[in-house]
């Protein structure tokens, strides 16, 4: 089984939709979970720290949970600018191991 | 601030030549990491160092490959000799403790 799983999509969805994407992870030890966003041909950047009881920024929740060691991010209210792929991230101290992303477009 | 610092941008090379990515981390960063992404692979981990000792280099492909990081402020990845199968995207990232990581533009490789 792979460290982290993500369903690589794409995510067509029309703006104003709400979309969620789930992460796996395999290792029960791990202690820091974190969702990025990669542009086209840019580096990844940090979109939010997940925290175990679950956090808000703005348009965007993310969610864990230990007992089935899935990490969920939801996008309410979708702009255009949200087209990206969004990486989960999972780690036990370091390093950092990333799943392989899901690509969302947001269509007008 | 500045960055994480990474050049070249782009690298192209016949394979058996020798390539050299170099990377200037965040300053004050103790943290620092070569990752290489590919539409197949994704990113993967080539190897990280811990205040300029290398932690694990379990994820570097081969011995074609190695890394140095000679002072907090500079480190590179060598391919030598490169193939055409190390066309990729190579980043750099730091980090300080267990904060998040702070990832370079990238050096895009292609080995012809």
Known sequence: RKEVEQDPGPFNVPEGATVAFN????NSASQSFFWYRQDCRKEP????????SGNEDGRFTAQLNRASQYISLLIRDSKLSDSATYLCVVTVNTPLVFGKGTRLSVIA | DAGVIQSPRHEVTEMGQEVTLRCKPISGHNSLFWYRQTMM?????????????????????????SAKMPNASFSTLKIQPSEPRDSAVYFCAS???NSPLHFGNGTRLTVT
């Open chain 1, 45 to 52: 950047k940090l979109l939010m720290s997940v925290y175990s």
């Open chain 1, 23 to 26: 992460c796996t992870y395999s």
């Open chain 2, 41 to 65: 692979r994704g990113l993967e981990l080539l190897i990280y160092f811990n205040n300029n000792v290398p932690i694990d280099d379990s994820g570097m492909p081969e011995d074609r490959f």
């Open chain 2, 95 to 97: 980090s300080f403790l």
